[in-house]
C-alpha cells in the first residue's frame, strides 16, 4: 500500500461519489487533503471586474468550509493555502514525503496548464500525478465516438447517447481519513486575504440575501432532495428545457459540491413514470456535451469567431456601449432587470441569461466574449464550458 498521497480539491468539493478522493483513501495509509485558493482567479479584468467576483469568492469559501467539516466528521481535516496550486501542491508533497498527487482532472486551459506545470514540479521528486475525469456523467472512453468525431450540435449528439446512455454507478464515500502526524490544515481565508474588498458585496447584495444560495455539499445534497420530493416525485411540471439551471441545482455542481452522478441516480427511479425526469437526464447530457465541446474545440470556444471560426463577422469593441450594458442602463428595460439581478443575487434563469447575451451580441453587435467575461465574474453557479458555450451559441458562432 502507498504511504502517504496528496489530494488536491478543486472543483470537486465533495465527498459523495468523489471517485479520485476514495481512490486516495483506499490507496494510501494516510491522505493528505488539500484546498489551495488561487489568487488569479480573484484579479480584476481590464474592465474593472474581477474574474471571480465578491459573490463567487463568498460561495466558495462556505463551499470550502463546509467540506472541511465534512472532512472532520471522519477524521479527517482540510488543508488551506493560498497561492498558486502548481507551486504548492508541489511544496507539499515534498514536505509530507508523498508518493502520488491525486486530483480531478479538467479540461479548461488555465486549469489543464496548472496539471502540466505541477506534473513537471514534482516529476523531479519522483513523485506522480494521478487525474480522475468527474465532471461528467461518463468519461471520453465511455463514449460511441472519438472526440474528434463530436457532432457540431447537442440534437445529433443526444440521439447517438440516449439510446445506450450507461452511466457508471456512484462512488462510495470514504469512511474514514487517516492524516499524517504534524498536520496544520491552516484557517479558511477571509474575503480581504483574497484581495477582495468586503464592501464589493453591497447593501443591494445584503439585501437579495434571501434570494443567494449557501455553498457546500451539504446544501447540495439537501437542494437536491427538495427537488426530487417537490417536482419529480409528484410529477409537477418543470417548465424548463434547462431544469438544471432554472431550478439551480447547477449552483452547486459548478464546484462539484453535487456530482451530475448523484442527480442521474436520484432521477433514476422515477425516469419510466415521470417524462419531466427525462428532460432532467437530457438537460446532464446537455452539460456533457458543453465539456465535450470544449475539450473537442480548445481555445477557438474564446475567440470571437467561436467554435465556427467565423472570421469575416466584426464586433464592436465600443467600451461606453458594453459599460451601459453592464450598469443596467440600456434601452431595454427587461435586459437592465437582468444585469441588475445578476450583480445582487449571481443568479439568473436560462431565459435570463440568453436575453442578455443576445442584446449585447446581437442588438448591440458588441464583441460577445466581452460579455461572456462579465457572467463569469458574477454567475455562482458559472462553468467555463457551459457559460462559454451559451455564448457561443447566442452569439452565431457555436452550435448546440
Known amino acids: 500500500m502507498i504511504h502517504r498521497i496528496i489530494y488536491w480539491f478543486r472543483n470537486d468539493l465533495r465527498l459523495q461519489d468523489n471517485e479520485a478522493f476514495f481512490a486516495a483513501t483506499q490507496s494510501a495509509q494516510e491522505v493528505v487533503p488539500v484546498y489551495v485558493f488561487d489568487p ?60 502520488y498527487v491525486y486530483t480531478s482532472k479538467e479540461i479548461a486551459p488555465d486549469e489543464t496548464s496548472a496539471e502540466t506545470s505541477l506534473s513537471k514540479n514534482i516529476k523531479v521528486m519522483n513523485v506522480d500525478i494521478k487525474l480522475f475525469w468527474m465532471t461528467t456523467l461518463g468519461s471520453a472512453v465511455d463514449l460511441p465516438f472519438s472526440i474528434a468525431k463530436l457532432p457540431f450540435d447537442f440534437p445529433e449528439f443526444y440521439e447517438k447517447m440516449k439510446a445506450g446512455l450507461k452511466v457508471k454507478a456512484a462512488s462510495k464515500e470514504a469512511d474514514h481519513i487517516n492524516l499524517p502526524q ?57 417548465n424548463s428545457t434547462e431544469p438544471i439551471v432554472d431550478h439551480e441545482l447547477s449552483t452547486w455542481i459548478s464546484l462539484g459540491c453535487l456530482s451530475p452522478r448523484t442527480v442521474y441516480y436520484a ?32 481555445s477557438r470556444l474564446f475567440k470571437p469567431g467561436g467554435i465556427k471560426h467565423e472570421i469575416n463577422k466584426r464586433w464592436l469593441n465600443e467600451l461606453p456601449v458594453f459599460e451601459k450594458w453592464t450598469s443596467a ?17 449571481g443568479y439568473l434563469t436560462t431565459t435570463e441569461r440568453n436575453l442578455a447575451a443576445d442584446y449585447l451580441s446581437n442588438e448591440l453587435g ?29 452569439a452565431g458562432v457555436g452550435s448546440i
Open 267 to 298: 432521477l433514476l427511479p422515477y425516469l419510466d413514470q415521470n417524462p419531466d425526469a427525462t428532460i432532467v437526464v437530457r438537460d446532464l447530457l446537455k452539460r456533457d456535451f458543453s465539456n465535450w465541446t470544449l475539450l473537442r474545440h480548445g
Open 329 to 345: 442602463t440600456t434601452e431595454n428595460e427587461e435586459v437592465n432587470n437582468a444585469i441588475n439581478k445578476l450583480t445582487t443575487t
Open 40 to 99: 488569479r482567479q480573484f484579479e480584476k479584468t481590464k474592465f474593472g471586474f474581477r474574474r471571480a467576483g465578491a459573490l463567487r469568492a463568498q460561495f466558495l469559501l462556505e463551499s470550502v468550509l463546509d467540506l472541511r467539516n465534512r472532512l472532520r466528521e471522519k477524521g479527517g481535516d482540510l488543508l488551506i493555502r493560498i497561492g498558486e496550486p502548481e507551486k504548492i501542491i508541489a511544496e507539499l508533497a515534498e514536505e509530507y514525503s508523498a508518493q
Open 182 to 238: 504534524g498536520y496544520e490544515a491552516g484557517l479558511i481565508p477571509s474575503l480581504p486575504m483574497l484581495s477582495i474588498d468586503p464592501f464589493e458585496i453591497t447593501e443591494s447584495n445584503k439585501k437579495s440575501s434571501g434570494f443567494l444560495q449557501k455553498g457546500g455539499e451539504t446544501t447540495a445534497l439537501a437542494k437536491l432532495d427538495q427537488f426530487i420530493e417537490e417536482y419529480i416525485k409528484p410529477g409537477k411540471a418543470l
Open 366 to 394: 458588441i464583441n460577445w466574449t466581452w460579455g461572456a467575461m462579465f457572467f463569469e465574474s458574477f454567475l455562482i453557479d458559472y462553468n467555463v464550458s457551459g457559460n462559454w458555450v451559451r455564448w457561443n451559441t447566442v
